[in-house]
């Protein structure tokens, strides 16, 4: 017996022009923590709903460990998360995940992503962006995909265009005690259809199904 066997998610790939995103492993653990150490984003502002990054390095390399374990203890089919690295060139650039309740009956997933902070500006977001939408329409079938993005973030919110979401309303935040407004962002099955940007391929996948809630 190996791990796959009692896992199926450990052999779940994902594979783009440029990337890899893949069930991490402690090295790609490790590797991820340290891209927390180094810095995800400008200090001086703050994209995340949870502010995880508004710590010391040390702090970020740690939650990133403890965030990942506790998605790993608590997958269930009716609620999971799953964080996928990405790997570029054979190095973790960052972690992009995907998330739903209840989804054989809902069909709604919703997405989450960061890089270390010397990759951004090169598309990369698209690209895992547009590999993960791929698994959720056309291997899982949802039926539609959420984001979010702070009013301030251009780079996510330019992200989401490119692949075809539309305005889904607005909510209010406080973010460092100060009020910020959270764009919300809605894709359905038709406008990715519309949207594809570039191939991607799956392996692994019928296996893992039955972790989804799908037979």
Not at 118 to 144: K, P, V, Y
Not at 149 to 169: F, H, I, M, P, Q
Request: net charge neutral; hydrophobic share 40%.
């Amino acid at each position: 017996m190996t791990l796959l066997t009692h896992w199926p998610l450990t052999g779940l790939r994902l594979t783009t022009p440029r990337l890899e995103l893949r069930w991490p492993n402690l090295d790609d653990l490790a590797e991820l923590a340290s891209l927390a150490a180094e810095g995800v984003h400008d200090p001086a502002v703050q994209p995340f709903t949870v502010a995880w990054t508004d710590a010391e390095p040390e702090q970020r390399a740690r939650s990133v460990l403890q965030y990942h374990w506790r998605c790993w203890g608590a997958w269930r089919p009716e609620n999971w998360e799953l964080n996928l690295a990405v790997v570029r060139d054979g190095a973790v650039v960052g972690t992009q995940g995907i998330s739903a309740r209840d989804f054989p009956v809902r069909r709604e997933v919703g997405t989450g992503s960061w890089l270390g902070r010397s990759h951004h500006r090169q598309g990369l977001g698209t690209e895992m962006r547009a590999a993960i939408l791929h698994l959720a329409f056309a291997g899982l079938g949802a039926h539609h995909a959420v984001s979010g993005a702070y009013e301030d973030n251009t780079a996510s919110l330019e992200v989401s265009r490119k692949l075809g979401y539309r305005e889904d309303g607005m909510e209010r935040h406080a973010v460092r005690a100060e009020p910020a407004v959270m764009r919300r962002l809605r894709l359905t099955a038709e406008q990715w259809r519309q949207h594809q940007l570039m191939p991607v391929k799956m392996d692994g996948l019928p296996e893992c199904l039955p972790w989804f809630g799908l037979d």
